[in-house]
């Protein structure tokens, strides 16, 4: 039987095969037919159409903050990319490791494991992505000691304590980096009276976002529609405008930190105290986050190796290690 580990994501989907390890990763968003209900295309393909489709197809972002909120949608999806990875022999289901944000109610978790079942599966386990992330970032977890792994995506952020391979603390907030991406869109809009595609929002973000105010300004430029004339326009930005849009959302990663921390034992948090904190998450690449984050939690705090890649690394060597592991799998 084929091995699958899927970080199914708020903003995107990886996957990892056994045959060819990481093997796919793109945005959740499927395209619908409306009325025949018929998948036409999922990730990049159906990303490309956002915006850009008439009627007959629907867009669909079926993950929200971890969650499944459209159920058809997201078993269609699945699908697509299961399809993709495995060529014919998806007929025979793959054993597959799927991510699930620890915030997710029972409810929750048992609709991701439903969907990727009816997507395909023979068997699936689930595993939090906290769990997931620490071990991608080579966090000894079944070690008695307590780590500290933060991981922030696009639509959720999760600080948890881990110690003898479970969850001893955590806190999760149903809200990520696309926060950002509307924060910034909004603030074009209100300041300039400029809309902007979610692409050149993301860039700005990407591009000009901090966590500290940086010493020398940076500006870029971004086009869009004019709200009033409809005409093209484009307008110059600066790193210290997004860095107001932006630190509403730091504020919250630090609270979700220090809650966390307030929930651990004392022992644990010495040895947190000791070994840092690590970040992960695409998100977490946000510039200087952990300058920001060490200054004001008093530890130190320090982004893993490829952020982005730590839970579906993690959620692999999981599911190739299922004994070791067996205490933090669902
Ligand atoms: N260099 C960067 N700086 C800031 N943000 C970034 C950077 N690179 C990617 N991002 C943001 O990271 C987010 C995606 O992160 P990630 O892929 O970890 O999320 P996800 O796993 O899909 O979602 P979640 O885990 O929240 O369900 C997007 O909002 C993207 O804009
Ligand atoms: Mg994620």
Redesign the pocket.
Known sequence: MRKLAI????????IWSDNEGKSL?E??VVAIEAESRRVVAAGNEAKKMEGKTSEYLEIIRP?E??AIVDYEAAVGMIKWFLRQVMGLTWIIGPEVMV?V?SGLTQVEQRAVMDAVLEAGARKVYLID?PIAAAIGAKIPIVETFGNMIV????????AAVIASGGVVASRCIRG???R??ESIEEYLKKKYALAVGEQSV?AV??KL?TAVKLKKNEVMTVGGRDLVYGLPKSIEISAEEIFEVVRPMLDEVILVIRETLQMTPPELVADIADRGIVL????????S?PLLLTREIGVSVHLSLE??NC?IKGAAMALENLEIYRRSIK
Not at 7 to 14: A, E, F, K, R, V
Not at 151 to 158: L, M, R
């Open positions: 970080d199914l994501g708020t903003s995107n989907c990886t990763s945005p959740s993950i903050s971890g991510t944000a992505t991981n922030v995506g696009g639509g959720v952020t999760e990520g980096s696309s950002l991406d993301e973000k990407i976002g992960t998450g695409a998100a977490a690449k946000l510039r986050l952020p982005e839970v």
